[in-house]
């Protein structure tokens, strides 16, 4: 059974920073590209960050670069998500997603998702 399971999320404080994390099982986690996708209230998917199998290319939407960083390792089947100088426009429910082959920019090229994590950027 594919399982992709977050966890980091929270309230935090505009300019403050979070990790997100999310471990995977189930499939072969090293033949996978990983993203994030958030949701915000009222809104659609958003598709945030991307790392291809072996983490050596990685892909930002242009509101988060330079603040978030994405990462995996492949030993431990997880991919996390550095996010630092939080904007309240960050607020979200995060979601990491799973697909076979190269990233794709389209939360819709995406076959495995985990269930999310809030993030709350709020003062």
């Known amino acids: 059974e594919v399982q992709l399971v977050e966890s980091g999320g929270g309230l935090v404080q505009p300019g403050g920073s979070l990790r997100l994390s999310c471990a995977a099982s189930?499939?072969?986690?090293?033949?996978?590209?990983m993203s994030w996708v958030r949701q915000a209230p009222g809104k659609g998917l958003e598709w945030v960050s991307a790392?291809?199998?072996?983490?050596?290319?990685?892909s930002y939407v242009d509101s988060v670069k330079g603040r978030f960083t994405i990462s995996r390792d492949n030993a431990k089947n997880t991919v996390d998500l550095q996010m630092n100088s939080l904007k309240p426009e960050d607020t979200a429910v995060y979601y990491c997603?799973?697909?076979?082959?190269?990233?794709?920019?389209?939360?819709?090229?995406?076959?495995?998702w985990g269930q999310g994590t809030q993030v709350i950027v709020s003062s």
């Open positions: 790392i291809n199998s072996g983490g050596g290319s990685t």
């Open positions: 189930g499939f072969t986690f090293s033949r996978y590209a």
């Open positions: 997603a799973a697909r076979a082959g190269y990233y794709s920019t389209s939360s819709e090229d995406y076959g495995y």
